[in-house]
């Protein structure tokens, strides 16, 4: 199909060119000869024609990327919407419990793991040093008490030797009469109590070192207790806590991708063409790109910024580039011209019935008013760049004769002669003409041989006469070329 409207805009274009080269060249003296006209120089723009359509640049259905309610619809078919813009929300009622357990839990792991990480607080640290100072004064006292149940020990021992010897002295002298009997049970009293004194001294010194020992072990359990506070925890505890930390957090954010997927945002700048569903409806994900069918499954189709998409011959490519200048008309707005720039040449060819064409992709300048739309047919018209003071025909009089190109001129008794020219590139209407021609020279431009007979030349028969075989003779139009453009 494409390959057919080339066909018959060139056709079109071959078919006008007469007309178009009268206003472009000056009128002959002879008015009588209306099939006659002088060549000229004038600038030309070089061009390269093409033809193609208004395409979006990127196309997708929008879905959400759970299965869920559509709880609200922000947009309608046709709206302007810009990226990040939510345009939908789906219903969220069973995700904000969880989003809320899941912080919960990683503030829980993270105060934990900069608990380790900080260590123990100064206060914490100070106690700690106070009750080892403290076991410390105990376990002293319970040495000290122990050393003195000792002495006193060793001083009872001492006593009550001197006590016995003093009671069996007693004794005695109470038997020979010297002392009364009552200095005898005083002297074996003393030394009973003595007696006495030291056993309660050895009981008490098995429970003094008793709780001395007791003392040393608290003291020695409080001084590790005070060194591990002082030092913190261990590297691997610490670890350990920030890894839960990590994976509480990794639960948190996966909750909150959830909860955030429930805002169904724009991809793109682009324009809503289609919608879908309504709120209420069950949605589901969707992979599908193309807008062509709806679908339930689906919430709206986007649309992003317009493109122009041409077919360029093969031999053309070569003379497009990116960033060149692009005249864009459309079937839709005869007469005015838009703007682009080319911003992509594909690098694989499209073959259609033997011909081979490649998509040249060019994006429009700003159009206010919205003009363009997708699937308008368009012609392209790539500029190249200007020729200045050129001299050129009208492509309709450009004729093949033995597979040379040139035109007919008119000669006094009448008859038509060919003259081979050397062309130059074709713009439309006008060919460029390299040599072969002067300035203001009149030339004939080609008409039936009906229209010849009745303007007073030879009727005979041109392909009798030697016209070339596809040239059409007198009477052929000289095709386009490829480069293609107005005459100034």
Sequence with gaps: MRLSLTIAVVSILVATGGY?????????????????????????????????????????????????LLKSLLVKQGDLVKKDEIIATMDASNLIGQVEAARGAYNA???????????????????????????SRVAQAGHQNVRRLEAQISALESQLKRDEVFAQRQAALAKEGAVADQARVDALTAAEVTRSQLNAAKREIQQAKTTAAQGESEYEASKEQFNLIKSGFRKEEIAGAKYAADQARGNLVYQESLLADTQIRAPFDG???????????????????ATTSATSSSIVALAGRLEMVAQVSESNIPKIKIGQDVEITATAHPGKVFHGKVSQIAPAAIVTQNVTTFEVHALLDKDSKGELLAGMNIGARFLMGKLHDVLTVPTAAVVSKEGKMGVYVPVKDGEPKFKELKMGPTMDEITVVESGLQDGETILLGLSRGQLAREGYATQDPMKRGGGPGGGGLFGGGGGRGMRGLGR
């Design 271 to 289: 324009v809503i063409t289609q919608k879908y569903a309504d709120a209420g409806s069950i949605v589901t994900p969707t992979t599908s790109a």
């Design 20 to 68: 178009f080269a009268f206003d472009h060249f000056a009128k002959p003296k002879d008015e009588g000869r209306r099939n006659t006209i002088q060549v000229k120089r004038s600038d030309v723009d070089l061009a390269v024609v093409a033809t193609g359509m208004i395409r979006p640049e990127q196309e997708v259905k929008i879905s959400p990327k759970q299965t869920g």
């Design 109 to 135: 792991a993270q105060a934990n793991y900069m608990k380790l990480k900080n260590g123990n607080r100064p206060q914490e640290v100070a106690a700690s040093h106070f009750q080892q100072q403290r076991a």
